[in-house]
C-alpha cells in the first residue's frame, strides 16, 4: 500500500522558514519523480515544486521560486521542501504526491500557516 506521510508544519511568522518532510513507502521511491502541491483555504490544489528520481532536475511554481528548495534522500525514502521567506499567501496545507504536477494528494498532509 502507497504511503506518503508528511510533516514539519506549523505556524510562522511573515519571513520565517519550515522545512517539510514527506516519509515514503509502498513502493520504489527512488525510480519516482515527486512533488509537493498545497491547498489553501477554499481554493483548489496548487503544484508547487518537483523533483526527478535522481535529484538532478527539479522545477518551482513562479509563486515559490527563489524562495523554497525541494530535495530528496533516497536512502531515506523521503522527499523535502525547504521554505525560507514565508509569506501569509503560503498559508496552505501541504501535501507530497507522485509524479510531476498536483497529482493524486493519498496523504493527510501537513498544515502550514504563516501569520504575524
Known amino acids: 500500500e502507497v504511503q506518503l506521510v508528511e510533516s514539519g508544519g506549523g505556524l510562522v511568522q511573515p519571513g520565517g522558514s519550515l522545512r517539510l518532510s514527506c516519509a515514503a513507502s509502498?513502493?520504489?521511491?527512488?525510480?519516482?519523480?515527486m512533488s509537493w502541491v498545497r491547498q489553501a483555504p477554499g481554493k483548489g490544489l496548487e503544484w508547487v515544486s518537483a523533483?526527478?528520481?535522481?535529484?538532478?532536475?527539479?522545477g518551482y511554481a513562479d509563486s515559490v521560486k527563489g524562495r523554497f528548495t525541494i530535495s530528496r534522500d533516497n536512502a531515506k525514502n523521503t522527499l523535502y521542501l525547504q521554505m525560507n521567506s514565508l509569506k501569509p499567501e503560503d498559508t496552505a496545507v501541504y501535501y507530497c504526491?507522485?509524479?510531476w504536477g498536483t497529482g493524486d494528494p493519498r496523504g493527510q498532509g501537513t498544515q502550514v500557516t504563516v501569520s504575524s
Open positions: 509502498g513502493f520504489t521511491f527512488s525510480i519516482r519523480t
Open positions: 523533483i526527478t528520481s535522481g535529484g538532478g532536475s527539479t
Open positions: 504526491v507522485m509524479g
